[in-house]
């Protein structure tokens, strides 16, 4: 599920390790006998997602689903990660092998050895399961064999672009706990098993995910609305802008009410007057910056957006006025919902009903 970009720039070419230079950000030689580093700077990592670059030799991985990928010779391989806050994890995968990394804040900066199949070429994918606002990490490279390679990994044809913009469903949280949600441990939060990530994986799309457990429009759990971070590097309020040209999406999804609902609710509070309001805005915003996508509207799978008359009655009116001036706006109602947050399970069979509805949609024509 990587999409292969490069460094802005730098094209990928296999290089020995021992031919780097001080320019590429690489530390002082190691010790005899020890492992030769790759700093994540060097041209040949693929990068997905939404990273902060401002310091290249040590990105700040910040978002769910973002992805970081190299192929590379060897035996030995280690994981490299500085500058943790809160929870942080990866599925850390080697030709297909995958190990869950756990980073937290407060550790030192962390040198984590993962299995390696024997010598030869192998490819590694690290994949970042929590939610952005869970934590971030500092990506500051991997260590390899003395004398061995890295390759850029060969770039997968995907056949389209999703965004998913969306909250605690989307995320994926709690995806993996038991009867009951709980948030103390974000190790059961797999952003690799939501309904945005099998979507797209039935589509072979490249896709980003851009959710926040708890947000919503107007209110909801957290600090911030969605209209302030959906695209932001971070996920606060005062985050620098992410460069949306640098990756355009060809479908965004929209599924965001929940909080606004929910969180009201369980105060004794009001429905929010100007949510409408706030949810045409958003959806203007996005045609904004990407004129030429189609934008899918949803509502449902937990049990506001199922049951809630006030944030049914409001997300309609919402959408019937955004698709009367756009036809490049659709929208689906999910028909299967949870109390909890949704399981595994319950994400592959909202996926399934979204991948049928989308099959049969004219705009995915010629896409899927």
Known sequence: MMYHRLLPGIAGVALALSALGADTGAA??????????????????????????????SPVVIWEASTIGIDFEGDRLDLRFGGVTGQVFFNASVDGASTVVALREGMPDRTIALPV????????ALFKRSEATAGTAHFNGIGIARGGMVFSPPAPRYRMR???????????????????????????????????ALTAAAFSADYENISVSG???????????????????????ASARANLDAWIPDVVFVLLGDNDDSFPRSRGLPFPGNFAEKYVSLVHAIRAAYPKASIVLLNGAMWAGTHS????????AAVSSLEARDPGISHYVF??????????ADHRVLADELVA???????MNGRS
């Not at 989307?170 to 945005?196: M, N």
Request: charged share 20%; aromatic share 12%; hydrophobic share 40%.
């Open 117 to 124: 199949p024997g010598s030869g070429r192998h490819h590694l």
């Open 215 to 237: 947000i919503g429009l107007a209110t909801g759990f957290v600090d911030v609305l969605d209209g302030q971070v959906w695209d932001g590097v971070y996920p606060t309020a």
């Open 309 to 316: 008359t006030e944030l049914g009655a409001a997300w309609t």
């Open 335 to 344: 028909v299967h919902w949870t109390s909890n947050h949704p399981r595994v």
């Open 28 to 57: 002082s030689a190691p010790a005899a006998g020890s492992l030769q580093l790759v700093p994540a700077s060097d041209p040949r990592f693929s990068y997905d997602g939404r990273f902060d670059f401002s310091a290249p030799a």
């Open 162 to 196: 999703m965004e998913f913009i969306g909250d605690s469903i989307t995320v994926g949280a709690c995806d993996e706990d038991g009867d009951k949600d709980q948030w103390d441990d974000r190790s059961t939060h797999d952003a690799a098993f939501s309904w945005a």
């Open 357 to 363: 509805w989308l099959k049969a949609q004219p705009f």
